[in-house]
């Protein structure tokens, strides 16, 4: 089935695959599988987007590490200062990564048929993968 979507909701629609993949059903099991590398291949631009440069991992890392402190503030802000560079590229990668969420995107994914879901499957997890049951 064709599906017309944002790749935010595709997100979202990939965490209710993830949800449902260990439950039992040969068809059922195969469409998510399916539908789970589809997706994939759609989401890779955002998946290297929101990937932290080592620079700001490091950063982040050295900002934890003062946060188990007493009265860390002073030094935290100190090394905000020091390393702005860092956290402005952050936050401009994270403004990248909205924008792409809410880009239109259109693919195919196999349908999930509603006599095909397993009886273990939740209304929270059927909630989670409406834009592909029929």
Same mark, same amino acid.
């Given at each position: 089935? =064709?599906?017309?979507?944002?790749?935010?909701?595709?997100?979202?629609?990939?965490?209710?695959?993830?949800?449902?993949?260990?439950? %039992?059903?040969?068809?059922?099991?195969?469409?998510?599988?399916?539908? !789970?590398?589809?997706?994939?291949?759609?989401?890779? @631009?955002?998946? &290297?987007?929101?990937? #932290?440069? #080592? +620079?700001?991992?490091?950063?982040? &890392?050295?900002?934890?590490?003062?946060?188990? &402190?007493?009265? #860390?503030?002073?030094?935290?802000?100190?090394? +905000?200062?020091?390393? !702005?560079?860092?956290?402005?590229?952050?936050?401009?990668? !994270? %403004?990248?990564?909205?924008?792409?969420?809410?880009? @239109?995107? $259109?693919?195919?994914? &196999?349908?999930?048929?509603?006599? $095909?879901? #397993? +009886?273990?499957? $939740?209304?929270?997890? !059927?909630?989670?993968? =409406?834009?592909?049951?029929?």
């Amino acid at each position: 089935m =064709k599906v017309t979507t944002t790749k935010g909701e595709l997100v979202n629609l990939m965490n209710g695959l993830y949800d449902v993949k260990t439950l %039992k059903g040969r068809t059922f099991g195969l469409n998510v599988c399916s539908n !789970i590398d589809s997706i994939k291949d759609c989401l890779q @631009d955002l998946e &290297e987007k929101s990937s #932290p440069t #080592p +620079e700001f991992v490091k950063l982040s &890392e050295q900002m934890h590490k003062l946060t188990m &402190e007493e009265q #860390p503030s002073e030094k935290i802000q100190a090394l +905000e200062e020091e390393n !702005i560079d860092i956290i402005e590229g952050r936050k401009l990668q !994270i %403004k990248e990564v909205r924008a792409i969420l809410t880009e @239109d995107v $259109s693919l195919n994914l &196999e349908e999930l048929k509603k006599d $095909s879901l #397993p +009886e273990e499957i $939740s209304a929270d997890q !059927i909630m989670k993968l =409406k834009l592909i049951l029929v």
